[in-house]
DNA sequence: GTCTATAAAAGGATAGAC
DNA sequence: GTCTATCCTTTTATAGAC
């Protein structure tokens, strides 16, 4: 249990960024509001406005908690391949959050969008993780050397973006396995003259 | 120039889908709005509900029109991959085109969507399409018989979404250019043991 | 930290005139 | 086919009390 001066504030917060997943599961993010995740949570609209200043920052928010978590479950200390697989693994298990992943970051895609420069950041982090999987991979021997790793890395990246979108559409869509195909697929044309 | 007594609706028709996008691309979906969209083809919002009931049915008509244009252009009287290749290229001279799938069809993957059902048909349709063309390459020798064919598909479909995507937060993506990568990869694993 | 109250805006939709 | 007028709903956000 924690203590101090920030303590219920904290869990309240933690509260609402869970609570906020359970909503926009259901309603999506366009419809989901913040009175009815207030109201899930025990408060009035303008009491979950103390903690988040804005619809925008509220999401921003949850998905940056998930990456923090994501990161320590699965990344931690060095990113590998399977650990990417991992994430998506665990994605299957959280609908509302791939939901607002992947309504909310299509959203903010217009440059003056409050999250824009989020994802922009979000992006290059998870771009750098995946280089860094690749190289270690070729080091060891895994992957060959004829290698574009930033066009893998943007395919990489797109398929597990595009997955997830269909995945909404149609769960037994097997996000994991056809990354893995598309990882096979690179580590061949790596060893290709 | 058309007659008969359905010419002034139909042109309206068109310019509204042609002006919806010019609104789409700046504000966004989720931001915009049918009366912007209706001031600026010189109608109010009533009048434009007169030739779409809803803001849902209007987005779905723009995309189907586009589909139906694409087809012409670039798919008829078979589909190839370079004819693939040819929409999403096309697709990078149209940021309200793309700005609105990325968002609108992230919006209709919950299934109460009013749009919903459009875009699972899409799915279906465009993934029936490609099917065709892997089974043509392979007939034609250009492609090996070690493809997952539906595998690839989902593959092809999933990165040109996740690929739009990304050019959306960023114009210099050259989506073609991962999208032929893809295909190298496809075509290589399809002659392997 | 949370509430009440309220603003203020905007959105989509409809009825009926022309 | 389009307008006027209007409705109703919903949403985010703020001010100030407790």
Redesign the interface.
Known sequence: MKRGPYAKGAAKREEILSVALEVVAV?????ASNREIAERVGLTQAGLMHHFASREELYQEVLRARDIRDHEMFFAPDPTIEGFFAVIAHNAEVPGLV?LY??F???A??PE?PA?AF??ER?AWLRDGLSGVIHRAQDSGTIGPAV?VS?AV??L???????Q??W??DHA?DMV??LR??W???V??SH?A
């Open positions: 309603k999506g993010c366009r419809k939901r992947v309504e970051s299509a959203e895609s217009i969008h824009h994802f922009l992006y574009d066009a943007d395919l990246v797109a398929a597990a973006d595009g997955l979108l269909q909404l559409n869509v396995a056809r195909r598309l096979e697929g690179i061949a044309v290709a």
